[in-house]
């Protein structure tokens, strides 16, 4: 099966704009979430999408938020970006939730100027 | 709120030595105690888990002990090789079905 694929890998973007990540997930998997990823606070929930339905959420602001399709494809967006939102941006996928083994994408990392 | 603590954040052995990282967690509702190893700019990747009704699982050089009552969970390497190089995450899952990651441990096995 194919692996969890994030695309872009690479995003340049300044203050004030927004931004849409993309995650396809492995084949069968029904859960997505995403995780931020920083040196100083190292991984942090954002969200987890379950059958087009966000089913669990970590304490960022509403800046940040996201959607999943029938085809369990998901879709983050960060708005007003600032500085601070600077970071590696992973999804994962599972077959039912954060109960189960999470596949991790490649991540993709984001540079707001 | 959860609180999830991992020790030591650094650590450093001689190839063949065996390697203990410590997590310990806040949520005694917690269920489920996975284990990620993240190499140098790769993704994170599951390496071993547990859930709350087993004390220890093995997979021949790694094993995870779970001890309910003290709220904290091991993770141990033995024969370290060189490739075991990484950061180690613990990332229990509790009561709001959320995996909290801990702060990562760095594990530099010196040949």
């Known amino acids: 099966k194919a692996g969890v694929t994030q695309t872009p890998r690479y995003l340049i973007k300044t203050r004030g704009q927004q931004v849409t990540l993309s995650c396809s997930p492995i084949?069968?998997?029904?859960?997505v979430s995403w995780y931020q990823q920083t040196p100083g606070q190292g991984l942090q929930f954002l969200f987890e999408y379950f059958s087009e339905t966000q089913r669990n959420k970590g304490n960022f602001p509403g800046r940040f938020s996201g959607r999943q399709f029938s085809n369990s494809r998901s879709e983050m967006n960060v708005s007003t970006l600032e500085l601070g939102d600077s970071a590696l941006y992973l999804c994962a996928s599972s077959l039912e939730g954060q109960g189960f083994t999470q596949y991790f994408g490649p991540g993709t990392r984001l540079l707001v100027l | 709120g959860e609180n999830v603590e991992q020790h030591p954040s650094t650590l450093s052995v001689q190839e063949g030595d065996s390697a203990v990282i410590k997590c310990t967690y806040s949520?005694?509702?917690?269920?489920?105690f996975p284990w990620y190893k993240q190499e140098l700019g790769k993704r994170p990747q599951l390496i071993i888990d547990?859930?709350?009704?087993?004390g220890e699982k093995k997979d021949q050089r790694i094993a995870v002990t779970l001890n309910k009552t003290a709220k904290h969970f091991s993770l141990h390497i033995t024969e370290t090789q060189p490739e075991d190089s990484a950061v180690y995450f613990c990332a229990p899952r509790g009561a709001t079905n959320k995996l909290i990651f801990g702060t990562g441990t760095l594990l530099a096995v010196q040949p």
């Open positions: 949520d005694s509702a917690s269920n489920y």
């Open positions: 547990i859930r709350s009704n087993v």
């Open positions: 084949s069968g998997h029904r859960s």
